[in-house]
């Protein structure tokens, strides 16, 4: 009898561990709007689909957000299968597919606690074959937008898909400030570096409630065939410390194709 008690025990304990680890789901809401980061990118549509749900793994987690599938150049018949590995405790993450001329044909957002996150999207492009862009997003815990990357991938109205290798990362890195930083004296200094080229930087400080502090345009040095560097001097003005973001995002062709932040403490 002891012997079947603790078979019973053992079975228990092994049953929880496989509901934890089974997928999640997503469930679908009504539309609402698109984040307002995420303009640039395109304007949602009537039609936008939008999901959401809970996500949680056991997955390693990673400093960065880095989308695994599809990568840049995949060729794609609907549904979209997307997979991601997202950092810890980042929020909420979104997924959208802009088509070429900045429609958003699909979205699916969903909170996460960081790990290995899995997505579809269904899509009908506008012609047999079809440019598009499909951007990963994560916002924090104030509902900003705090890390973007994208993929320029095709649309197939039939076929088959042929998928890239993935493995994309923020092209951005931020080198300074560090993250928790504390910054005094009315200037913050921001550099880092480009991983591939593209057109010009822009550069904010924003406080928790919104506020734009300071916000420079610039093109990183060199990077007109490979990684280039930025470097600026933003000024600031605060009667009291404050929690502020730096945000750089980069554009290609007036589009937001990746944004990186950081989030100091400036001090007067």
Not at 9 to 33: H, Y
Request: aromatic share 4%.
């Amino acid at each position: 009898m002891l012997f079947a008690r603790r078979l019973d025990q053992k079975i228990l304990v092994l049953a929880a561990v496989l509901a934890a680890c089974a997928p999640v789901i997503a469930t679908s809401i009504a539309p609402t709007e698109a984040s307002p980061s995420l303009t640039p990118l395109g304007q949602p549509t009537a039609s936008s689909t939008i999901s959401i749900a809970e996500t949680a793994n056991n997955t390693i987690y990673i400093a960065y957000l880095r989308l695994d599938q599809p990568g840049e150049g995949s060729e794609i018949v609907s549904p979209l299968h997307i997979s991601a590995q997202v950092p810890a405790a980042a929020g909420v993450l979104r997924a959208e597919l802009f088509g070429e001329d900045g429609r958003l044909m699909a979205r699916q957002v969903v909170r996460t606690v960081g790990g290995l996150v899995e997505l579809e999207l269904a899509f009908e492009p506008a012609g047999p074959v079809e440019n598009a862009r499909l951007a990963l997003s994560l916002d924090n815990e104030f509902g900003r937008l705090q890390e973007l990357i994208s993929v320029e991938i095709t649309l197939l109205a039939a076929g088959e898909s042929n998928l890239v290798d993935g493995g994309q990362q923020n092209p951005i890195v931020i080198q300074m400030p560090h993250e928790g930083e504390t910054v005094s004296g009315g200037v913050v200094t921001v550099s880092g570096v480009v991983s591939e080229p593209a057109g010009p930087l822009n550069i904010r400080l924003i406080t928790r409630e919104g506020r734009v502090l300071s916000s420079i345009d610039l093109r990183p040095r060199g990077g007109e065939s490979g990684p280039g560097t930025f470097s600026s001097e933003l000024t600031y003005s605060l009667a009291a410390a404050d929690w502020v973001q730096v945000a750089v995002s980069l554009r290609e062709a007036g589009i937001v194709i990746a944004f990186k932040s950081v989030e100091v403490r400036l001090a007067p």
